[in-house]
């Protein structure tokens, strides 16, 4: 498979450890492009952005509807064994569930999961989102394309980001979102979801008591599914490294690696 992956080297002396960054539902590796390659890169870290299949410029985008999330898995595991290094690997979102369902089978050196579904699945976040956008919700569902749960600016706002969000980038974000795995949406809802007990890897979670999508006790439970940190932030929306507050959120993902020694 054909993936597309961004990377930004550090100017000099750079960390052992790589990190891998996974995106969510509808984004691609240029999500991460935007804030994140550039500042974890200033910090010495060789920097990698993935886009699963179906996403940004992979292959796949034909096949993207019907796509499982082991699918999306199988990406990273692809990824990783082309790095020199085990990456530190940091998924938002979807990309965190992706994250989950690797780390089954797969040992990492550290990762982190902002925003991410919980082990527990999708189920209360899809009956909030339904309730707060019924018309939205229902035409993604009867369509089988999800696109329209963020087809405008504002609905794209209302779901990831606060209001503080300068119009020209949200314009600009919304441009390059796209349709996203109906599969996988299932799969993390019911089908497939995370085996907590069959992970082992050091972990950070992080949320945010604004997040639209993801309430605070499910950001919780995940941290307390795997036995790890975790962290809540204010005045930020679910796209924590695209969103205004983005780089407290870096900042404190550094803080915990070099707690790590990463």
Known sequence: MQLEVITQAPPAGAHPTPILF?????????CWSEHFLPYFAQHGYQSHALSLRGHGASQGRERLRWTPLKDFAA??????DQLERPPILVGHSMG???????LESH??????LLGSGPPTGLIPATLRVARRQFGSFLKANLTLSLIHVVGTPDLYRKAYF??????????????RVQDES???????????????????TPMLVLGTNTDYI?????????ARAYNAQVALFSDIGHAMMLDTGWQSVANRILDWLNQQGL
């Open 22 to 30: 996974v995106h969510g539902m509808w984004h691609g590796a240029w």
């Open 75 to 80: 990406d990273v595991a692809q990824v990783v």
């Open 96 to 102: 965190g569930m992706v994250i989950q369902k690797y």
């Open 107 to 112: 040992r990492a050196p550290a990762a982190v």
């Open 162 to 175: 606060c209001d503080n969000l300068p119009e020209q980038k949200l314009s600009a974000y919304h441009q």
């Open 182 to 200: 109906y599969r996988a949406y299932v799969d993390m809802m019911m089908l497939n979801l995370p085996r907590p007990a069959k992970v082992n």
């Open 214 to 222: 993801l309430s605070p006790a499910e950001v919780e439970a995940t």
